[in-house]
Structures are given as C-alpha cells and as structure tokens.
C-alpha cells in the first residue's frame, strides 16, 4: 500500500508592494505523511497547539476536497501531521495546509492534477494566490489573473540570499489585516507601487540586491497595518541601518523579514531586530532563513 509523505515550504507574501502578486517560498518546511487505513486517524507533532487532530483538521479536509474535486470520496487514512511553520504569523501556514492536503490527495489519487491545476484549485479556494503559488514552485513567484486562470511566473533566488525574520509572540488574523485597508487609493500610490514591484522582481530575477531596499517599499497596504504592528517602523529602519536589502512586513504580520546577501549580512540584521525589540520591549524570535528554490515535493515510501 503506497505512503507518502509531502513536504511544504512556508511562503512570504507581498514582499512590500506585491499585494496579493509576489510571493517566495522559504527553507523552512511543514511534512504531512498519508497512507490508507483500515478507519482514519491523525496525529499531530511539532508547533501543533490548537490545532485538531481529527478530520476538522484543514489538511484532512483539503485531501477530502482534492478527492471531491476528482468526483471519489476520501478513503479512510492515516495521516502524521509535523508542523514547523508558526500559525497566524504571516509565513503561509494556512496556505502550507491547503497546498499540503491537496497534494497529499492528488498523490493518493496517482497523481491526476498537475502543478497548474493544483494552483488553480488552491487559490479558488484560498482567494489569493500570492502564498500558494509559492508553496507549489517555490522560488520568487509572480502571479496575475488571466480571465479565470491563474498566471505564475517562478524565478530562482540567489544561493546566498536570506531572509532574516523577527516573529511576534502573537498571531495576527489575515482577516483583521484586511479590514484596515482602503477600498480606494490614489493614483500616486498606484504608481508609487506599479514602480517598487516591477524593481523588486528586477532584482530577484537579476540577482541584483541593490535593488531590493527600494523595490521592498509599499503605499497599498503596510502603511495602513502600522496600527496591528508594534514597532513594525522602527524595526523595519533599524534592519535597513544594520544592512538589509530591503525589509518589509511578511505576508499581512504580525512578523518582518528582512534581506542580506550574506550569512554575516544576516547575523547584524538578526542582531538589530534583537536589540530593537529589546528596547520597544517587544516579545518575539528572530530567525535567519535559506530562500527555497523548490517548491511542495513529494516522496513515496
């Protein structure tokens, strides 16, 4: 009887002014291994707290909406559920559990969807597809609406690039960040983030990191999350002052990512955040993160 076992990258959206359009997998990955059963079960390990172990639990209920959507229903399974990813703290956590329950299905099912079908289902049911084109290719995505379909464009990131991250005690519900952004902006911010995005997909796609500092710049949507961030202006500076690339709110927060070019780079920009939250008397942990050129993988054992 085949048992898989899926590997999904945590993801960083938005990346400053890609709302919703720019996206990038990270070194730091949620396994979720499947395999028939005589009666289901599921069991959770790692950063699981709050979490249902139990078939209300959203990776079971995307492998059931996988077979749903290939007209069969969800044999009864064994599902072990490792979780690394933080919940609620902008790295993609729900979008790992949509990616990783319907690429557990699909592999069950033999494989029938492809990648693209599977990032056409995953953003029909997740809304946006910034996290999970991400999630299934990995690398720096870009995606657009083509009529009803999903455009993906996947650049590798540079070997030596890394994402510093400093990561809230607490979680922040992408709903909540939502409900604070305008209906409207103005023609000088669109402009403003048409010139940021396009440059920020320049550098990632060139390898040029001087770019990212201004390319990580945002009107849409950070400035009006200040209120939901603690401190998010002055540890976004003090990571820029200690030599980021660029630094931005990750996905809709609570948690900052910032970018060097070096593993030295990363370990000032680490420090900073430190001492910054230290001194704004923030609670949180700071990270230092490969970029990930590959996407969900599975393996069968």
């Not at 990632?204 to 202006?233: C, N």
């Not at 609570?254 to 970018?259: E, K, T, V, W």
Request: with cysteine.
């Amino acid at each position: 009887m085949p048992r898989f076992t899926v590997n999904v990258p945590a993801t960083t959206a938005n990346l400053g002014p890609g709302f919703d359009c720019l996206g990038l997998a990270l070194d730091w990955w949620n396994t979720i291994t499947v395999e028939p059963a005589r009666k289901f079960s599921a069991r959770l390990r790692g950063d699981s707290e709050g979490l249902p172990a139990d078939e209300t639990n959203m990776v079971v209920e995307h492998i059931r909406i996988l077979y749903k959507h290939l007209g069969a229903p969800m044999p009864p399974l064994r599902v072990t559920m490792t979780n690394r990813i933080p919940i609620g703290k902008g790295f993609g956590s729900s979008a790992a559990a949509l990616v990783g329950g319907l690429a557990a299905g699909n592999a069950l099912a033999g494989t029938p969807l492809s990648a693209q079908e599977l990032l056409e289902l995953a953003n029909e049911l997740e809304g946006h597809p910034d996290n999970v084109s991400a999630a299934i290719f990995g690398g720096f995505t870009i995606s657009a609406f083509d009529g009803g379909r999903v455009v993906c464009a996947t650049v590798e990131p540079a070997a030596n690039w890394r994402a510093v991250a400093y990561i809230p005690d607490h979680a922040l519900a992408t709903k909540k960040a939502r409900k604070v952004l305008p209906d409207r902006i103005t023609r000088a911010d669109a402009v403003f983030n048409i010139g940021r995005a396009a440059l920020l997909a320049y550098a990632f796609t060139t390898q040029r990191a001087s770019f990212l500092k201004i390319g990580t710049e945002d009107r849409l949507h950070q400035p009006y999350r200040v209120p939901l961030v603690k401190g998010m202006p002055e540890m976004l500076d003090a990571a820029c002052a200690a030599g980021a690339n660029g630094a931005a709110l990750s996905g809709a927060g609570p948690s900052l990512i910032a970018f060097a070019t070096s593993t030295a780079n990363a370990l000032q920009i680490q420090k900073a955040f430190a001492e910054t939250a230290r001194k704004l008397k923030l609670v949180g942990e700071t990270r230092i993160l490969k970029l990930s050129a590959r996407g969900t993988f599975v393996a069968r054992s």
